[in-house]
């Protein structure tokens, strides 16, 4: 055997003895949020549940979403939408793995989600003419290069998940067609909004679409119970004196439930629910509204529980242990909401963004 062969051997398994790092070595964050800090610089945080600041990574723009690496301790960082960077992040060094560019005429739309094994980024992506819906595959296991796309089966895409404990995506298409230059809707009167689920190969599995009199109520962003169900959250784009539910709940194979609160206080949500999650025991769902301030739970089976005031309100996740959310707002709070109200956590000297991402 000749000695560069045996060199080769001995350090392929030196390579496979070394401890592989994972989320705690970044610290164990609970979840990854976009932020404006007091100087005006943008950057993607890693929280603690309790709100601390675990690691702060620059942008070079406004953040939306992001997504966890399943096993890695690595995060997508896309920009806010419609955006042409995706930065995947060693969220140990800090240092950027990847930066990722839509092919030419395509936009990111601030999501993405993995494959079960890690192996495959799915990102939401648009193309900017005419606004047919796009998912964007890259190669996590080899530099992120790109692995080509398949059809959103909708207009205007958004959010899009992974169903637990499969590779089966949900994408929540908003049906919104919109100008490339300044994002001016175009086609209100012929909106389509749906709820996709798509193999992990692009194929419809099932398709999930709103009644004709709630046609423009665009669905946006996805939360996903442990056991398939899924809760969307909806912008209305129709008349504003009018009182839509802007929450709704579906699974494989049933109809689709929306969720109706009092009139009063689905009129203070000035028809825009701007983030969603369950709660850590799957039995809550919340929305909130920056728009009008408000957090609203419902239970999981879809009756409306409390509204909480909160002004510019949006990113919210699972509190730890088994009830209560965790919300961040525009002035730098992150408080707790359960049975007792609201209560600060801590405050930090940024505006947090639109979404409160979980890590796991």
């Keep these: 055997m000749r000695p560069d062969r045996r060199y080769f051997l001995a350090s392929l398994a030196a390579t496979a003895a070394l401890p592989r790092l994972g989320w705690a070595d970044?610290?164990?964050?609970?979840?990854?949020?976009?932020?404006?800090d007091a100087d005006g610089a943008r950057a993607l945080y890693g929280l603690s549940d309790r709100g601390e600041a675990l690691f702060r990574i620059p942008l070079p723009a406004r953040g939306h979403a992001a997504t966890a690496h399943p096993t890695r301790p690595e995060a997508v960082a896309f920009a806010r939408r419609p955006g042409t960077f995706a930065l995947v992040i060693d969220c140990i060094s800090g240092v950027v793995l990847a930066r990722l560019t839509p092919p030419e005429g395509r936009q990111f739309n601030g999501h993405g989600?993995?494959?079960?094994?890690?192996?495959?980024?799915?990102?939401?992506?648009?193309?900017?003419?005419?606004?047919?819906?796009?998912?964007?595959?890259?190669?996590?296991?080899?530099?992120?290069?790109?692995?080509?796309?398949?059809?959103?089966?909708?207009?205007?895409?958004?959010?899009?998940?992974r169903l637990p404990g499969s590779d089966l995506l949900v994408v929540a298409n908003g049906g919104i067609e919109t100008d490339p230059a300044d994002r001016?809707?175009?086609?209100?009167?012929?909106?389509?909004?749906?709820?996709?689920?798509?193999?992990?190969?692009?194929?419809?599995?099932e398709v999930v679409e709103l009644a004709p009199d709630?046609?423009?109520?665009?669905?946006?962003?996805?939360?996903?119970?442990?056991?398939g169900l899924v809760a969307f959250a909806m912008q209305w784009q129709g008349d504003a004196a009018l009182a839509v539910p802007l929450l709704g709940l579906h699974r494989r194979g049933a109809a689709v439930r929306l969720c109706p609160p009092p009139e009063a206080e689905a009129l203070a949500m000035r028809g825009y629910a701007g983030s969603i999650a369950f709660d850590g025991a799957g039995q809550q769902v919340a929305i909130t509204s920056p728009r009008g301030g408000r957090i609203e739970v419902y239970e999981a089976t879809g009756g409306f529980v409390r509204a909480l005031a909160r002004a510019d309100v949006c990113g919210v996740g699972p509190a730890p242990g088994a009830a209560g959310f965790i919300v961040t707002d525009g002035q730098g709070l992150i408080a707790r909401v359960g049975a007792e109200g609201l209560r600060p956590l801590t405050r930090a000297a940024c505006a947090w963004d639109n979404h409160l991402i979980p890590v796991g």
């Design 113 to 161: 989600t993995y494959s079960l094994d890690g192996a495959v980024l799915y990102t939401s992506e648009l193309v900017a003419e005419g606004s047919a819906g796009r998912i964007g595959l890259w190669d996590a296991r080899r530099g992120y290069a790109r692995l080509g796309e398949f059809a959103s089966n909708g207009i205007g895409p958004h959010d899009v998940k």
């Design 184 to 205: 001016t809707p175009l086609n209100l009167d012929t909106m389509r909004p749906n709820l996709s689920y798509l193999s992990p190969e692009g194929q419809v599995q």
């Design 26 to 36: 970044a610290g164990g964050p609970a979840f990854l949020a976009a932020a404006q």
């Design 214 to 227: 709630l046609a423009q109520n665009s669905i946006r962003h996805l939360a996903l119970r442990s056991d």
